[in-house]
């Protein structure tokens, strides 16, 4: 098996004519699903959930056997790949005219009533249902189409194999015409209860009488390629966003941030948006989707980020060709004498990044005052955008946090738009793994657990930092991309042109150096800001400062003897620390919280897996309590 993995794709899967016989027994079917997605994704669904299974699921399963669909098989609670975003239904059958396998991708929606978000088509507004403006439903099942299409193998041609409906069984037209508004298309059609004979029309257009579980079997058995990673399609991000699909959230978000714009133009009313999410949730690729977006409207719109390896990597992998494009990508302190709203919009990633002030050594004296530096974000543009995840906070003097994003905002009378990315699109959408993490760093509360496993991820521990190399080599010759970053817990000797790096990071016998410090290439090692992304970087140890923000397929983790396990707790030696900034003013909590981060971040960038190594015995022995003894091989395809 080559740069692919298999998946438990769904929850439930039932003929129509099995499932419709549930028409009387509501309450019962469910349970029986809630069953299922507890033992299949380990959730636990909620009482709501439950309800809509019971309301829905018969309503379909009943249209389909009316017209003689009884054989369509009905996947219930469809996982997308590499996500934790699950479908509501997929049909799966074969297309009456042709033959081939067909699917037809069903958001169902118990709405009776919605209408358009201050007249925006792509958000609308449910009455008497919390969380605020939605994503318009076609949108939502349009997305999940694309994403589908882009990710699973053994659609040949998903533009002609896949079809998405929204389907509002509970609403009449009239109660429902401004969700009209949007276009819809072959991918994303919408349907209520007074067109159900256009529903029935379409099904039996796309799914024949004789359909059986054959297709079901291939959606569900087909490998799921390899991930596209953010910095490889940067390029043709900024220029075409068909390179990315946004699901659920990611969506809103973006929807959101257009809205904001538009607004800010019609009333002359300034918004800042928030957008938090955790690792993998989707942040710098619905960055980089407003970039190219807002950039091909003609509005003045900035990338900015707080790390200097993000934004060089952004300014060479997205304008290797333009000039104009790589100075779209700017950083944190360069906004320091900005005019009040000189940009349209301002899309601050890794805002989890922003400094107290933008004050350094080369600042003109008469700037060194200086203001908070979350305030000439702020006032940078008529929309700044702030994408963070507050647990990768890792430097003192690094302030960017919800609270305080919106406390300077709101101090200056700008109207706030937040939006959570609850999905997990980094480690194999195993929020499961996610979890596992930071309980075990004790950055949420419950202490650390046992790993009990995930078919999206994998995750062992290494006897030796040489095993855990080797075994990452194999994935690498394989085919993935992997890297290994270690704890700064080792000197760091100063990089010497002409001179190989020296191998500071020494554990036994075992010894490798750190990533390049310097701005060009070096005897196979790229510069410091390319170790995560260029071919080279598997040969040194990364640190949080070039790992952070960035992915990879496997992840090799080293715990150094800052962080060690003694008397049942995992615990802080800040003394074990070399990083320069520790060194530094933080008390001994905020050392604490900055190096439990650290760890968090290395940790959770792992697409497909990560290996830990402790060099202390008695840690060592905690980890491998935890996730069990090291394997011959975790990568598959590897020897």
Known sequence: MH????????AFRRSASTLSSFSSLEEGLGDLIAEHVRHTFRYSPGPAEIRSWNRSLPVLATDLVDIGLGNVEMLIEYKVPLTDKRVDVVLAGQHP???????????????SEAELWEEDPTMVLVPNQPGGPKLHPVLQVRGYCEYIGDFVASLLDADKQLRGVAYLHNSYDPAVRDLFELPQSEQGFLFTA????????????????????????????????????????????????????????????????????KRAHEQNQKTAVIISGGPGSGKSVVALSLLGELSR?????????????????????AGWRSERTKNLFKYFFQFMETR??????????????????????FTRKRLRAGRPQVDELLAAARVPVFLL????????????????????????????????????????????????????????????????????????SASTPSAMEDELRQALDAGYSARLSAGYCWPWSKAEKGQPLKQDVRIGDWARPWNSRLEQWQFGAPPSALWATEEGGFDQVGCVYTAQGFEYDWSGVIIGPDLVFR????????????????????TDEEAEVLIRNTYKVLMTRGMRGTLLFST????????????????????????
């Open 3 to 10: 740069g692919v993995l298999e998946y438990t794709l769904t």
């Open 97 to 111: 005219q042709t033959g081939e396998d067909s699917y037809v991708v069903v958001e169902l929606k118990q709405w």
């Open 194 to 261: 007074q067109s159900r004979g256009k529903f029935l029309d379409f099904l039996e257009s796309r799914l024949a009488p004789e359909s059986g579980a054959g297709a079901g079997d291939r959606l569900l058995s087909g490998k799921i390629r390899p991930s596209r990673q953010l910095m490889k399609f940067a390029s043709e991000e900024v220029k075409d966003r068909s390179q990315f699909t946004l699901l659920g959230e990611q969506q809103a978000a973006f929807q959101t941030v257009l809205h904001s714009v």
């Open 297 to 317: 409207q003609g509005l003045g719109t900035l990338h900015a980020t707080g790390s200097r390896a993000f934004t060089q990597t952004m300014r060479r992998v």
């Open 340 to 361: 009040p709203n000189e940009f349209d919009v301002l899309i601050c990633d890794e805002a989890h990044r922003i400094r107290e002030t933008s004050v350094h050594r």
């Open 389 to 460: 995840d507050e647990h990768q906070v890792v430097r003192p003097g690094e302030m960017g946090t919800v609270d305080t994003i919106r406390e300077h905002a709101e101090r200056q009378g700008i109207i706030v738009h937040q939006i959570g990315l609850d999905g997990q699109f980094r480690c194999g959408g195993s929020a499961k793994y996610e979890e596992w993490v930071l309980r075990l760093l004790g950055l949420t509360p419950g202490g650390p657990i046992p790993w009990e496993g995930d078919e999206n991820f994998t995750l062992s």
């Open 567 to 586: 008397d049942g707790h995992l615990v802080i030696d800040r003394s074990a620390s070399r990083d320069p900034e520790l060194l530094k003013k933080p």
């Open 616 to 639: 202390d015995l008695e840690t060592q022995k905690f980890l491998n309590g935890l996730i069990g003894p090291s394997r011959t091989s975790i990568v598959p395809g590897a020897a």
